[in-house]
């Protein structure tokens, strides 16, 4: 009888090796490798919680002769969440929602059962609470269906029979690290036993078309816990951002087969649970001091949508041999760059300055277009002199000291204008592209450099 081995397995790539090491020989991270005891081949070979395939499936089809019927979308009930999913969730897909503990991936998943279990049944697994603190949860958030059925399991196998006995038309798993395979000796949450339950649960979801919603933890970096395998796998990767302390969360599409990536949903979190934020322009933008330097207002595009986003700047003299560099929500390393190009193509001292920058309601700014607005907050805090409020400014900024120009221009115009603004600063290349085509009273400047935009500005 063949005996089972010790092997070293790395939890960023997957990679199998016989003894242990500090750094990944096959994708370079350390300190990722875990002990885990193999079992016997015949044994670990065997495709547990996997549908029988037919003959006739496995035939290769001409792509003429494949049928394209109209593609099946559940609505969530949630707008935002819709938006993010490409219109609502797929029939027979897998998608995988994480984010940090806390943040309120059960409470959404709870939330669409209500609305969902209208038209459909719905199978519940939950390896983490029993069933009477999830009632207790459904209570507080108002969730009365009848169609919604709970189990508390955490082997693979038998939620596979109970999803080929009921035929539910939506499962959700929370979550697939507490899910094992009774065949596999590791313990559940190793790299192993994530990488196979999901594997079953795809191969289950694909042959009896059940759309599966699986949650997934993290680890403390904030990436996905398991091996990178996992994100392949599924069919839509959801992430939810922001601060526990904050009210506020964004739920972003990492990877989706089925829609864009560029989309993303705002929620706040109140009492009763995830409400969706219809205008997150308006909310990101509330609040904002009047009359105080170091704060100008920056659009981005996420996918189709354009979004404002206040951007505040702090610079004071340093008390240390070396200025520091802290910012909340946008790239440390740009904001190195912009103040390197600040200082010498725009003639703006930073160098005995400490310097900050700050994205308010826990949005991260991610686009080049950003640039501009971050830009003018630095100078207008050295130089304590207040970018007005009714401005808002985007575009990128190069090595060269240039405003370069941006895409989606006429959309944040407009959007600017429905919000109030009266004045946008814009790249001078975008302004031919604008005219005609912007609606609502507002100016419109285009600049070429830094300096030209801080002093149209103010």
């Not at 038209?119 to 269906?145: C, D, F, M, P, W």
């Not at 939506?170 to 507490?178: G, N, R």
């Given at each position: 009888m063949p005996k089972s081995k010790t092997v070293y397995v790395c939890g960023e790539c997957g990679h199998v090796a016989p003894k242990w090491s500090g750094c990944c020989p096959s994708c370079g991270e350390w300190n990722c490798m875990s002990e885990e005891v193999r079992a016997p081949v015949s044994a670990a070979k065997q495709a547990p919680g996997t549908a029988a395939v037919h003959a006739g499936q496995s035939m290769a089809q001409r792509l003429e002769e494949i049928t394209s019927g109209s593609e099946q979308r559940y609505n969530t009930g949630l707008s935002e969440l819709d938006r993010v999913l490409g219109g609502g969730i797929v029939k027979g897909s897998l998608v995988l929602l994480s984010g940090d503990p806390g943040i309120g991936k059960s409470t959404i998943l709870l939330q669409i059962c209500e609305y969902?279990?209208?038209?459909?049944?719905?199978?519940?697994?939950?390896?983490?609470?029993?069933?009477?603190?999830?009632?207790?949860?459904?209570?507080?958030?108002?969730?009365?269906?009848?169609?919604?059925?709970?189990?508390?399991?955490?082997?693979?196998?038998?939620?596979?029979?109970?999803?080929?006995?009921?035929?539910?038309?939506?499962?959700?798993?929370?979550?697939?690290?507490?899910?094992?395979?009774?065949?596999?000796?590791?313990?559940?949450?190793?790299?192993?036993?994530?990488?196979e339950s999901t594997g079953a649960v795809m191969r289950a979801a694909k042959a009896l078309d059940i759309p599966v919603i699986v949650v997934g933890h993290v680890n403390k970096d904030g990436n996905i816990a398991g091996p990178k395998v996992l994100e392949h796998i599924v069919d839509a990767v959801l992430y939810f951002e922001g601060e526990r302390s904050l009210s506020y969360r964004i739920l972003r599409a990492i990877k989706n087969r089925y829609g864009s990536t560029n989309e993303i949903g705002v929620f706040e979190m109140l009492d009763r649970g995830l409400c969706e934020v219809e205008n997150p322009s308006l909310m990101l933008i509330s609040g904002r001091p009047k009359n105080t330097s170091g704060t100008c207002i920056a659009c981005v595009m996420e996918g189709s949508r354009p979004i404002l986003a206040e951007v505040q700047g702090l610079v004071t003299t340093t008390g240390f041999g070396n200025p520091r560099r802290m910012t909340t929500g946008f790239d440390y390393n740009r904001l190195a760059m912009l103040l390197a190009v600040l200082e010498k193509r725009a003639g703006y001292f930073f160098g005995n300055m400490d310097a900050y920058v700050n994205v308010i309601g826990g949005l991260r700014l991610d686009e080049p277009a950003s640039d501009l607005s971050v830009a003018l907050s630095l100078v207008s805090s050295l130089k304590d002199v207040p970018v007005k409020d009714d401005v808002l400014a985007f575009g990128e900024i190069g090595l060269g000291g240039e405003i370069r120009a941006v895409t989606g221009c006429v959309q944040r115009i407009n959007e600017a204008a429905r919000l109030g603004f009266s004045r946008c600063i814009i790249p001078k290349y975008n302004i031919k592209n604008v005219m005609g085509e912007v609606k609502g009273d507002i100016e419109v400047i285009g600049v070429r450099n830094i300096r030209e935009a801080f002093e149209a500005s103010v």
């Open positions: 969902l279990g209208r038209t459909i049944n719905i199978l519940y697994v939950s390896g983490e609470e029993s069933a009477h603190q999830i009632k207790l949860r459904a209570r507080r958030l108002g969730v009365t269906t009848e169609s919604l059925s709970i189990l508390c399991e955490t082997d693979v196998q038998t939620v596979m029979e109970h999803m080929r006995s009921d035929k539910p038309g939506l499962v959700i798993i929370d979550s697939i690290q507490t899910m094992s395979i009774a065949e596999l000796t590791s313990s559940p949450g190793s790299v192993t036993q994530v990488r």
